[in-house]
């Protein structure tokens, strides 16, 4: 029986949250000698300063499986990448590790400016693990597929930034351990080099090299990996077949930039005439949620109140992408209110965005409120919320199965016909 | 299908032992790494300025003609009988090799800190090339040296074989220094600021700009618990040549420091070490 590649129990990671250890000394030499003092001698702990990024991971990867790793931001994916890197050390728990591994977890580690192409792709090189002979073996392999030959005895301080990433990127694309663990290294670089990097990863997989690949691109962990792990709150929540974690993980996302509550009128955005209580977004039965499908229809909700009136009202709300490009503005045009003077009170607006419009990507959300004759504006919340469209490259979206890289901010499912006119 | 240099691995992830030696060990596998650690660092240092490697040679030759003029004749410091310049530079030479080893190294862990965070290879390396460079300073101030040899007639004798010995207990010394040091100042960062001034205070209680003799009998034998005393003398034995015997107690004294340096130093690092990326 083949040994597992990578097996993990019960690997613990704990933070403790602010202050550096000297400060921790003095606090906890005071705290103890508060401790002698008081009559019961009770040791309160603040476990609330205390964070587990990452809690009892128990798994086993085989050799030749590739995985993906997927959650929210903040759920311990990159902890587990950096323990089992062994960039940090674990808390509790253990992992063994069958093979040399490789870590891509940013390009480029090592690389000096005052240094030429040539002296970075060793110096890089041997950061990364290889031997000196591997890098001679392999220069020439490096030096075509990064495609910047003549300059090679340039000092990189003189590359453009493309150029500095794709000599990076080679190196670390002809590292060839036995496991590879890669966090979101993909996300960088213009939609060819993208395409290269995808090949490469597909290649390596393809050599039945074990993958252990962290990402927010949910087509491409479908397509690339066949197991997924998904970990939230430093968890492993699911662990199986990639299609079926990912349309879970899609199903259910989390709220937290889906939703924003001001139970406090006096820190509501607004001012005296006009106040936002709450905002959020959610799925057609009324759950908050972050993540949507492409094809699924969302709707925002926004609670607020008008202190001064009667008024009209424009409740505007826009929609940008995460460049800060805006997809498109809407307005509250329900015939009942749109020009009609408001009286005070609280009111609550539901817009919905149907399926098949958003393309994918994070969408940031900004409200802007104003009353006319004259227009005055009262509320601009400009990251009111935050969510993401995902496509699951299924079949039903516009994407089809196809897994590179769309353009557009908008992603219509458009009705095309086709006809086959002559032989 | 190759695997270059290193072997199949089979690597325990778990939470820090007391003492991990093979953190230690494992430098043997990275030792590509840390060859071209220490060429790059040579390398830059060469290009980033215009004199390159000659300031190798250019700081000790004005460090001895400031010395020999200030000290040497302005403040008229014996020097046990022999010309001034090759005094001072018998203790010069070693000390500069020692200071330089200590505050890069030391320093090693913060500036390389990017690179310690995305890709794991033994931290030992950075400070252990940090000294390694030095080492290639001091051999090139070793060229002048001999250049002064030469100039004052003195003739080196058989004890130039005990000038690798020496070498070899400058090293451990000095690395078991930087690597407590740079360990500590993981979590500590002040120790960083207060390495220079430390460093400097140190240099003024070693015999190098003034001799042993001139420190008087009782307190000689605290003073020579400094363990750099015992390298200074130890050089100043070989190349000077004095008729007397070697200088045994300084030498002990240093024997003894730099083996608990470093064995302390490299527990408390390999320590240390692997819960930096948290920190740094």
Redesign the interface.
């Known amino acids: 029986m083949t040994k597992p590649a990578i097996s993990a129990q019960c690997?613990g990671k704990r933070?403790t949250k602010g202050l550096?250890?000297?400060d921790q000394l003095v606090g906890r030499g005071l705290k103890s000698l508060m401790r002698s003092f008081r009559k019961d001698g009770d040791d309160v702990r603040n476990d609330s300063d205390v964070i587990w990024a990452l809690r009892n991971a128990t798994f086993e990867i085989q050799p030749g499986e590739v995985v993906g790793i997927i959650g929210p931001n903040g759920a311990g994916k990159s902890t587990m990448l950096?323990?089992?890197?062994?960039?940090?050390?674990?808390?509790?728990?253990?992992?063994?590790?069958?093979?040399?591994?490789g870590?891509l977890?940013?390009v480029g580690?090592?690389m000096?400016p005052?240094?030429t192409g040539r002296?970075n792709v060793?110096?890089n090189g041997?950061?990364?693990?290889?031997?000196?002979?591997?890098v001679r073996?392999k220069y020439e392999e490096i030096v075509e597929f990064a495609g910047i030959g003549p300059f090679m005895d340039t000092?990189v301080k003189r590359y453009s930034t493309g150029m500095k990433l794709r000599l990076a990127f080679s190196v670390a694309a002809h590292l060839?351990p036995?496991i590879i663990m890669i966090d979101e290294v993909l996300a960088v670089g213009d939609a060819a080099f993208q395409k290269k990097c995808l090949g490469a990863m597909e290649e390596v997989s393809r050599k039945g090299r074990t993958v252990l690949f962290v990402s927010h691109n949910m087509p491409a962990v479908a397509g690339l990996c066949s197991r997924a792990l998904w970990i939230d709150g430093g968890r492993i929540v699911a662990d199986g077949a990639s299609g079926e974690v990912v349309a879970e993980y899609l199903k259910d996302g989390c709220p937290s930039l889906a939703q924003k509550i001001w139970a406090d009128a006096d820190s509501a955005p607004g001012d005296g005439t006009m106040k936002l209580r709450a905002a959020q977004v959610h799925d057609a039965a009324g759950k908050v949620k972050e993540t949507f499908d492409v094809n699924e229809e969302l709707k925002v909700t926004l609670k607020f109140e008008l202190l001064r009136g009667p008024a009209v009202i424009l409740v505007q709300l826009r929609f940008l992408t995460e460049g800060g490009v805006t997809a498109f503005s809407t307005f509250d045009r329900d015939p009942r209110w749109a020009d009609a003077n408001r009286p005070t009170g609280h009111y609550v607006s539901t817009v919905t965005i149907p399926g098949n419009l958003l393309a994918e990507g994070r969408m940031i959300v900004r409200c802007l409120m104003h009353t006319r004759n004259p227009n005055q504006k009262h509320i601009d919340v400009e990251n009111l919320l935050a969510f993401d469209v995902q496509d699951r490259a299924d079949g039903t979206t516009a994407r089809g199965t196809f897994g590179g890289r769309i353009y557009g901010i908008v992603r219509p499912r458009l009705d095309w016909v086709t006809e086959r006119v002559s032989k | 299908?190759?695997?270059?240099?290193?072997e199949?691995?089979?690597?325990?992830?778990?939470?820090?032992p007391a003492f991990d030696l093979e953190r230690v060990t494992e430098i043997w596998q990275y030792r590509?790494?840390l060859?071209?650690?220490v060429w790059?660092d040579i390398?830059?240092r060469y290009?980033?300025s215009a004199v390159g490697l000659g300031w190798a040679l250019i700081q000790p030759i004005m460090i001895l003609v400031v010395f020999t003029f200030v000290f040497g004749k302005l403040a008229e410091i014996p020097s046990d009988g022999y010309p001034y310049p090759i005094f001072a530079f018998s203790g010069m030479l070693p000390w500069q090799y020692f200071q330089k080893a200590v505050t890069t190294a030391s320093a090693s862990l913060v500036t390389s800190g990017?690179?310690?965070?995305?890709?794991?290879?033994p931290r030992l390396i950075p400070p252990t090339a940090a000294v390694l460079v030095a080492l290639v300073d001091f051999l090139l101030a070793l060229a002048i040296l001999v250049v002064l040899m030469l100039w004052f007639g003195v003739v080196p004798s058989a004890r130039i074989l005990v000038v690798p010995l020496l070498l070899v207990l400058t090293t451990a010394l000095a690395l078991g220094i930087s690597l407590w040091i740079a360990a500590f100042s993981i979590?500590?960062r002040d120790a960083q600021h207060a390495l220079p001034f430390a460093i400097q205070m140190w240099m003024y209680l070693t015999p190098i700009v003034y001799p042993l003799s001139l420190v008087p009998e009782p307190i000689s034998y605290l003073y020579s618990l400094n363990p750099v005393v015992g390298i200074v003398e130890g050089f100043r034995w070989v190349i000077l040549a004095p008729q007397n015997a070697p200088p045994m107690l300084p030498l002990s004294i240093t024997t003894l420091v730099a083996c608990l340096a470093l064995y302390f130093g490299v527990r408390y690092f390999t320590r240390q070490e692997?819960?930096l990326?948290?920190?740094v």
């Not at chain 1, 041997?126 to 591997?134: E, K």
């Not at chain 2, 299908?1 to 290193?6: A, C, I, K, L, P």
């Open positions: 690997l933070y550096s250890r000297a950096k323990v089992l890197s062994r960039i940090t050390d674990p808390t509790e728990g253990e992992a063994w590790i069958n093979g040399r591994v870590s977890l940013e580690t090592g000096n005052e240094l002296e060793f110096v041997c950061v990364l693990g290889m031997s000196r002979g591997d073996r000092p060839d036995e | 299908m190759t695997h270059g240099v290193r199949f691995q089979r690597v325990h992830i778990r939470p820090a590509d790494l060859g071209i650690w790059r390398r830059v290009r980033q990017g690179v310690l965070t995305k890709v794991y290879f979590d500590f692997r819960t990326a948290d920190r």
